[in-house]
């Protein structure tokens, strides 16, 4: 199905952290036995996907290099870029040295437990309706506040999902709504579906994720995230 398309997923890990109050950036601490950031190279070195970007920060390129990529012999990283300081930016770094692919898949390095099934079902997806993220049903009851924190509204649950990663799009697609971005100088960005919505009016198809492919974003995600790499392993 992948012959004569060519897939590059570009792996973010360029954040600090804050929330974590840890001197190691969340990316490079351990989990299991390895780095948070090993996991999800090494789910897409085992995958059908061609090729693989990896946006750190500056000071981090040769650790990354080094430490991760030639150490556990991640042959598919075909390149380690810097990043920007915010995340949108980093997504410009590496779409910009993805140039020539046909789709991107879109992951955060800190979601460690990405598995081969999310990543070939993002595959498929993304040359059906060009553009897609993984995600899962909220489970709780959501409620919208105002200024003074008072609910006012609870929508309905069955139509509220939590978005993921990686999310794919065409290549030339995700590019466009990106310069359009930044000529607009719009930077209210939290994912790329957004970017997507707001400057190309293209919709994301959502499917399916996992429920443990959770975010390293504080301390109690490294424990959560140690049991569930440890029934992997």
Known sequence: MFRNKHFTAIVLAAGKGRRMNSDIPKQYMNIAGKEVLYYSLSAFQESPVDDIIVVVSQDDIDFCKNNIVEKYNISKVVSVVAGGTERYWSVKEGLDHASGTDYVLIHD??????????????????????????????????KVVDD????????KRDCLWQVQTPQSFLYNDIVTAYEKMQQDNYLNITDDTMIMERYLNKKSRLIMGDYRNIKITTSEDVLIADVFLRKQL
């Open 109 to 142: 390095g800190a979601r460690p437990c990405i598995n081969q099934d999310i990543i070939i079902r993002s595959m498929e997806e993304v040359i059906d309706s060009g553009a897609c993220t993984v995600g899962v049903p909220v489970q709780y009851t959501i």
């Open 148 to 155: 003074n924190n008072v609910g006012i509204d609870t929508p």
